[in-house]
């Protein structure tokens, strides 16, 4: 069992930057591949963003590259991510979630909801125009 807490959402304004942070605890953070993923209001729960286990690989929605920034620390069991530019469609509840990770020689980030394995309660995000 991994437990997952989402941090630093909030209100901000259309340009401006956020970085929100989800803490992992419970079993090796290194055996995970890490992904955010939002849900707009009225709408179906999307990908934004994947990490591999090792931070080596990461992995982008059209809509946020080049914007966003998903990074993790093994050694404070936290993976993060930086919202630059942040528009009024980005507002939406941001979930992480975890993908154990089997054979590290052949993962890839990947945006398959369903194969990730753990998700936090989600934060908040609200940008306003």
């Known amino acids: 069992q991994v437990q997952l807490v989402e941090s630093g959402g909030g209100l901000v304004q259309a340009g401006g930057s956020l970085r929100l942070s989800c803490a992992a605890s419970?079993?090796?953070?290194?055996?995970?591949?890490m992904g955010w993923f939002r849900q707009p209001p009225g709408k179906e729960r999307e990908f934004v963003a994947a990490i591999s286990w090792s931070g080596g690989s990461t992995y982008y929605a059209d809509s946020v590259k080049g914007r966003f920034t998903i990074s993790r620390d093994n050694a404070k069991n936290t993976v993060y991510l930086q919202m630059n530019s942040l528009k009024p469609e980005d507002t939406a509840v941001y979930y992480c979630?975890?993908?154990?990770?089997?054979?590290?020689?052949?993962?890839?980030?990947?945006?398959?909801?369903?194969?990730?394995?753990?998700w936090g309660q989600g934060t908040q995000v609200t940008v306003s125009s």
């Open positions: 419970g079993r090796t953070f290194s055996n995970y591949a």
């Open positions: 979630a975890a993908d154990r990770v089997f054979d590290r020689s052949r993962y890839s980030p990947h945006p398959r909801m369903q194969e990730y394995d753990y």
